[in-house]
């Protein structure tokens, strides 16, 4: 069997086994790929050799039905907690070992799943850039140049390199679906509390969602199937109603003109490619939504940051990233009296998106604006971030799902994608979207890379 040829991907590895591959042979031939990419910023920490051959040994019998990630490799954000292994959210102050896996970690493996190790991350989940980490950066996947996106950075890397099937980050104000679109894979981001956050350090905990990295639709379902459902144990788990894939949804809806921001040439021409493959969809203002995004950062949800881990900041001082420290410090000028003020504020902002989504079920917006390079976050830390979660920022914020997928490549050759968004619950509506979507674009010959 040629190993260094074979996909990764969740159908191949179960044929492949169906053959008399063997769990060690591939996790092996995971490791050797790491070895291969020579970037040292994708993981923080590699599962011993030891604690890979027993998860194998603690494998059931081989049967996909009941087992959908069996044998799978995996790799997890280093802010969701993995039993006896190192954790530091991307600042070593902050290591520690916890004692017990995240729920999401406990569902990976009874769905018999391998974790190989703890990917690099932007500081405490804080950006959408993956370079504001005090350890080596992850490598853009497509061109080492230009950020690699966060803040779920080595995440993305290590499913776009092929080094996992799947890999797990969370995603706040777009950390699942930002460094999905810079790398060409998917990011499934899912209704807001439909997967646990339980052993998730927190970002903002009434928004943060653990998401799903894959190069393919069918293998973001499969992670996302093992991970959805209620966790009473975490009090922002909320019971969903959600079913399999069906018929996609016919109501789509695009940005208007004024509402559409693409910073350059070559993104305004791959989202126009894209719509090639959106019969039929209606131009929409969405200026409200967009505008609910200047809530997370310039308004009082950034205490919310602060109420995370600013205690910790204060008893630890330089131990954060100087830009991270620059935003916890930024909290401190809001009040208690703007806090209230920001949710009546939200609360006008939903019923805003309540309305637009009983017109339209859903909207399909581009999922970055910009492809910004390491040199130009060098110049400026802030702006390239900002720009990058226009299309994002505003999603958790009023409780929508999101699904992040390749589109046509822009005529440069970086990766180019969509982003399609609906109402908490519809997670299933956009997976078939984004079927429909895909299999357009693959019977046009446009099948992104």
């Given amino acids: 069997m040629d190993l260094p040829s074979l996909s990764f991907q969740r159908a ?138 966060g803040s779920s950075s080595g995440s993305a890397v290590a499913v776009a390199r092929g080094i996992v099937t799947l890999s797990l980050g969370t995603d706040t104000a777009g950390s699942g679906r930002v460094p999905a679109a810079l790398n060409g894979i998917i990011g499934l981001k899912p209704s807001v509390g439909a997967v646990s956050t339980r052993g998730v350090v927190p970002a903002c905990r009434s928004l943060d969602c653990v998401s799903v990295f894959a190069t393919s639709l069918e293998d973001a379902w499969a992670g996302f199937s093992v991970l959805a459902g209620e966790d009473r144990a975490d009090p922002f788990s909320r019971p969903i109603t959600w079913q399999e894939p069906g018929a996609a949804p016919a109501r789509i809806a695009i940005p208007r003109a004024a509402d559409l921001h693409l910073d350059d040439a070559a993104g305004r021409a791959a989202w126009a490619s894209a719509l090639a493959f959106l019969p039929g969809a209606q131009e929409a203002a969405i200026t409200e939504m967009l505008d609910a995004a200047k809530l997370l950062y310039e308004g009082p949800w950034v205490a919310e940051r602060a109420a995370a881990f600013g205690d910790f900041a204060a008893t630890h001082p330089g131990a954060l990233h100087p830009v991270t420290q620059k935003i916890i410090d930024g909290a401190n000028g809001f009040s208690a009296v703007d806090a209230f003020r920001g949710f009546y504020k939200m609360a006008e902002y939903r019923r805003v998106a309540e309305d637009f989504f009983a017109a339209q079920d859903v909207l399909v917006v581009p999922s970055v604006p910009c492809f910004p390079t390491l040199a130009a976050l060098a110049a400026d830390p802030f702006g390239p971030n900002a720009r990058l979660g226009v299309y994002t920022n505003f999603v958790n914020l009023l409780d929508l799902a999101a699904l992040a997928v390749p589109g046509p490549a822009r005529p440069d050759g970086l990766p180019a994608g969509v982003t399609l968004i609906g109402p908490r619950g519809s997670d299933a509506a956009l997976m078939a979207c984004a079927e429909t979507f895909t299999r357009r674009m693959a019977a046009a010959g446009k099948a992104a890379p």
């Fill in 12 to 149: 191949a590895l179960h044929a492949a086994y169906r053959a008399g591959l063997t769990p060690q042979a591939l996790m092996a031939e995971a490791l050797r790929r790491l070895e291969a990419a020579a970037d040292p910023g994708i993981f923080l920490d590699v599962t011993p050799q030891a604690d890979v051959q027993a998860a194998i040994t603690a494998l059931p019998g081989f049967d996909p039905k009941a087992f959908p990630l069996w044998g799978l490799p995996m790799a997890v954000k280093d802010n969701i907690a993995l039993a006896g292994r190192p954790m530091t959210a991307a600042c070593p102050a902050f290591s520690h070992v916890p004692e017990e896996d995240a729920e999401v970690v406990r569902r990976l493996r009874a769905a018999g799943a391998i974790i190989i190790g703890k990917t690099n991350l932007d500081q405490f989940a804080t950006g959408l850039v993956g370079v504001r980490t005090p350890y080596p950066v992850p490598r853009n996947a497509a061109s080492p140049d230009h950020v690699p996106g």
